[in-house]
C-alpha cells in the first residue's frame, strides 16, 4: 500500500481494526472507516443494563466511531441486518436442525466482508479493503497468495479460506505480521481507548451463548424430540432436539453406561442422536462440499495438510476429486471429531490452499 492511496477499513470496534486504521493513516494513506451493522441488540442486556461483549454489537459501533473520530477520519456504518439474516442466520438455523454444526463466521467473512463491504469499498474508489485479521497476503511468482499470520496463537487463516484469488488483488491485513502483544503496544501508542478491550468469544447475534435458546426463538421446539441410541442400536432415552448435540459432546447426556459416552453421529432425517464410546469418534475420510481453492483445485489424488477446526493441528491427508465440485479425504490417522458443517482447510506449510465444508 502507498501514500495516497484510498483504503476503507472495516472497523468492528476492537483493537485489532482500530490499530490496523491508526497504522494506514500514519502511513499517508486516505482512510475511510466502515462498520457492518447487522444484528438488532436491542433485546440482549444484561439485568445490569449493559449489553453483552460479543463482536458487532451496538457498544463496537460506538467504539468504532470514537477510534474514527480520534484519527479524524470518515466514518459509516452500513446496515447489513437483513442480508445478515437472510444470508447467516438463516443457514445457522437450518444447519442446525439439519443435523450439522455450523462455522457462521466464516459465512459471513466469505458473502457480507468481502463480498458486501468490499463492493461498497469499490463504491467509493478504494483501493484495498483492510480488516484486522490475523493473516498475510504476500506476492509471489507475479500472484498474490494466503499465509497464516505470524503469531501462531491468533492465526485466522481458517476463517478466510473463502477468499477469491480475485479478492487477494484489494484485500489487506496490516496486522499480520505482528503479535497480539505488538498490536496493543501500538493501540497505547496512537492513544486508542480500545487499547485494553476484551475480545469477544461468542458467537455474534447469540450474545448470551446459549444457542439453543436462540435456535427455538428462531424455528420453534418440539419438532426434533426422538431418541438417543447407542451404536450397537440399542436406545438409551430420548432428547428434546437433535440441535441440542454437537460431535464430541459428552456432557449433558443423563446416560448410565460402563464407560463414558459421547456424540458420535447426528440423524436429523430419523431424529436421533447416536452415542458411542471415544474410539467411535475416530473417522479416517470426509467428504467435502462449497469448495474454495486459493491455488489450482486438485484434478487427482494429492497430498496436503488439512485442520478440521479452528484450533485443530493440520495432518496429512490424500484430497480427491469426487466430481461436481465434491471433495474426498482420507487422513494418514484417523481424527476424532469430524463434524458436519464444519469446515476443512488445507495448507501447504503457512500457505492456505483453499477449504470446503465437512458433508
Same mark, same amino acid.
Given at each position: 500500500m502507498k501514500k495516497g492511496q484510498r483504503a476503507v477499513v472495516a472497523m468492528s470496534g476492537g483493537v485489532d481494526s482500530s490499530v490496523a486504521a491508526a497504522l494506514l493513516k500514519e502511513q499517508g494513506l486516505e482512510v475511510i472507516g466502515m462498520t457492518m451493522q447487522i444484528w438488532d441488540y436491542s433485546s440482549f442486556t444484561e439485568k445490569n443494563g449493559d449489553s453483552f461483549g460479543t463482536c458487532c454489537s451496538l457498544d463496537d459501533v460506538y467504539d468504532a466511531r470514537r477510534v474514527a473520530q480520534k484519527l479524524q477520519i470518515p466514518f459509516y456504518v452500513i446496515n447489513f441486518e437483513q442480508d445478515f439474516q437472510n444470508t447467516v442466520i438463516d443457514r445457522f438455523c437450518d444447519d442446525y436442525?439439519?443435523?450439522?454444526?455450523? +462455522?457462521p463466521c466464516v459465512?459471513? +467473512?466469505?458473502?457480507?466482508?468481502? *463480498?458486501?463491504?468490499?463492493?461498497?469499498?469499490?463504491?467509493?474508489?478504494a483501493d484495498y479493503l483492510v480488516t484486522g485479521h490475523y493473516a498475510r497476503i504476500l506476492e509471489e511468482d507475479g500472484r498474490r497468495v494466503l499465509r497464516k499470520g505470524l503469531d501462531s496463537g491468533k492465526d485466522q487463516t481458517y476463517f478466510l479460506y473463502c477468499l477469491t484469488r480475485e479478492q487477494l488483488q484489494y484485500v489487506r491485513f %496490516?496486522?499480520?505480521?505482528?503479535?497480539?502483544?505488538?498490536?496493543?503496544?501500538?493501540?497505547?501508542?496512537?492513544?486508542?481507548?480500545?487499547?485494553?478491550? #476484551? *475480545?469477544s468469544q461468542d458467537i455474534c447475534f447469540v450474545p448470551d451463548g446459549d444457542y439453543v435458546r436462540f435456535l427455538?426463538?428462531?424455528?420453534?421446539?418440539? &419438532?426434533?424430540n426422538g431418541e438417543i441410541v447407542h451404536v450397537s442400536g440399542k436406545v438409551l432415552g430420548t432428547h428434546q432436539g437433535t440441535y441440542r448435540?454437537?460431535?464430541?459432546?459428552?456432557?449433558?447426556?443423563?446416560? &448410565?453406561?460402563?464407560?463414558?459416552?459421547?456424540?458420535?453421529?447426528?440423524? #436429523?432425517?430419523?431424529?436421533?442422536? /447416536?452415542?458411542? *464410546?471415544k474410539q467411535h469418534l475416530l473417522r479416517?475420510?470426509?467428504?467435502? /462440499?462449497?469448495? +474454495?481453492?486459493?491455488d489450482a483445485p486438485p484434478v487427482s489424488p494429492i497430498l496436503m495438510n488439512c485442520r478440521i477446526r479452528y484450533r485443530h493441528l493440520e495432518q %496429512? #491427508? /490424500?484430497v480427491t476429486p469426487l466430481g461436481q465440485g465434491r471433495y474426498g479425504v482420507r487422513f494418514e490417522q484417523p481424527q476424532s471429531g469430524v463434524t458436519p458443517g464444519q469446515s476443512a482447510v488445507f495448507y501447504d506449510g503457512d500457505r492456505v490452499l483453499g477449504g470446503g465444508i465437512i458433508a
Open positions: 436442525f439439519a443435523g450439522r454444526t455450523p +462455522n459465512l459471513c +467473512n466469505q458473502v457480507l466482508k468481502f *463480498e458486501m463491504l468490499l463492493r461498497k469499498a469499490r463504491e467509493l474508489e %496490516p496486522l499480520g505480521g505482528m503479535t497480539k502483544v505488538e498490536v496493543r503496544e501500538h493501540a497505547l501508542r496512537f492513544g486508542l481507548e480500545v487499547a485494553d478491550k #476484551a *475480545e427455538e426463538e428462531q424455528r420453534g421446539s418440539g &419438532a426434533m448435540y454437537t460431535i464430541g459432546q459428552r456432557r449433558g447426556l443423563g446416560l &448410565a453406561w460402563s464407560e463414558p459416552l459421547y456424540v458420535v453421529g447426528i440423524d #436429523a432425517q430419523q431424529r436421533r442422536v /447416536i452415542v458411542g *464410546e479416517s475420510e470426509l467428504e467435502l /462440499i462449497d469448495c +474454495n481453492w486459493l %496429512p #491427508a /490424500i
